[in-house]
């Protein structure tokens, strides 16, 4: 085998691994983006009932270190706010918001919102995520490139 026939089969061989590692970050990308929507919700409803049971909120332990993941907002102060229809179209927001700046290399449709909303345990009309997506854009957080919704500028994506 000559060397440029042995230099392009290691190119073939380092794209399509390549191609291979992308496909994994991006479903690593979205599924993450999923749990943590997951973890704020859960997180958002035991602040919640333990607030409303007069019990202590829980504090992190010294050695409950999460490794490469942000540390979340309180809230429940989020959620005194807003009575109870509105509470849930501003969590509703905050969920596609979260969503989109979680998976800003990748983008994401309405249909990819609408499967992470299902996999977070979110219940919502079928009409959503029009709703959130619309006050998005129009607050110039949001863009639309190809049919994808990203943040607007990549230095807010977590």
């Known amino acids: ?65 999460r490794q490469g993941v942000a540390e979340l907002p309180d809230l429940t102060s989020k959620l005194d706010e807003f009575d109870d229809e509105e509470e849930l179209g501003e969590n509703k927001t905050q969920f596609v918001r979260d969503q989109i700046k979680a998976n800003a290399a990748v983008g994401m449709t309405p249909n990819d919102l609408k499967k992470a909303a299902k996999a977070a345990g979110m219940d919502h009309p ?5 709703g959130p997506i619309q006050r998005l ?15 607007k500028s990549l230095n807010t994506a977590q």
């Open 126 to 130: 079928p009409s959503w995520p029009y």
């Open 1 to 65: 085998m000559s060397k440029l026939a042995e230099y392009e089969h290691e190119l073939e061989r380092a794209r399509a691994r390549h191609a291979e590692v992308g496909n994994q970050i991006r479903q690593l990308s979205q599924e993450d983006g999923e749990l943590a929507a997951v973890v704020k919700g859960w997180e958002a409803i035991v602040a919640r009932e333990r607030k409303e049971n007069g019990q202590p909120p829980v504090q992190p332990q010294i050695g409950d270190e």
């Open 137 to 151: 854009k129009k607050k110039g957080e949001i863009i639309k490139r190809r049919g994808k919704f990203y943040p």
